[in-house]
């Protein structure tokens, strides 16, 4: 029978080291920059519906915000994998890990490519935002995996 979550944490410490109040700061970051890569694929959308060149530049804007909030949130990340004995011992956040690196490369790649090209968007844009946002699922079905399954990042009280 599986373990509970909870006996997954006891087993061993799985803790964040990097938090602010408590806080996890790679859960804080990760936020932003999924939130942006998906926005890209969206105006890469409307771009590509409505010809209006203004979906272009927030592609550009929304590709390179997205590619260095990533960079920041796989700081916090890797140090926790790095640090943390529970958390590195589990298969899991070494796939979180790689699809998450992934995913900073593919928007790293979508940004560069956005800031040499006349024409950024179609077709190549586009694909690579949908590339994008495939790694973002996958990135985030193992994280969320480490905290629903494993319990990474959380905070037991004793009373509990």
């Not at 859960?27 to 939130?35: G, H, K």
């Not at 690579?128 to 079905?141: C, E, K, R």
Request: hydrophobic share 55%.
């Amino acid at each position: 029978m599986p373990k509970s979550v909870v006996e997954e944490i006891s087993e061993y410490d799985t803790s964040s080291v990097v938090a602010f109040a408590g806080h996890p700061v790679h859960a804080m970051l990760v936020a932003f920059p999924i939130a942006l890569v998906i926005s890209t694929l969206g105006c890469d959308v409307f771009y590509w519906w409505s010809a209006d060149p203004f979906w272009a530049r927030a592609g550009l804007w929304a590709s390179g915000f997205a590619f260095w909030l990533g960079v920041a949130a796989s700081i916090a990340g890797t140090a926790e994998l790095l640090l943390v004995k529970g958390i590195r011992q589990r298969t899991t956040s070494w796939t979180h890990a790689v699809a998450g690196i992934t995913l900073v490369s593919i928007a790293g790649a979508n940004w560069g490519w956005r800031l040499v090209n006349e024409d950024p968007v179609l077709p190549v844009g586009l694909m690579i935002s949908a590339l994008g946002t495939v790694f973002v699922g996958l990135a985030g079905w193992h994280g969320g995996k480490l905290v629903f399954d494993h319990g990474v990042g959380l905070m037991v009280s004793t009373n509990d």
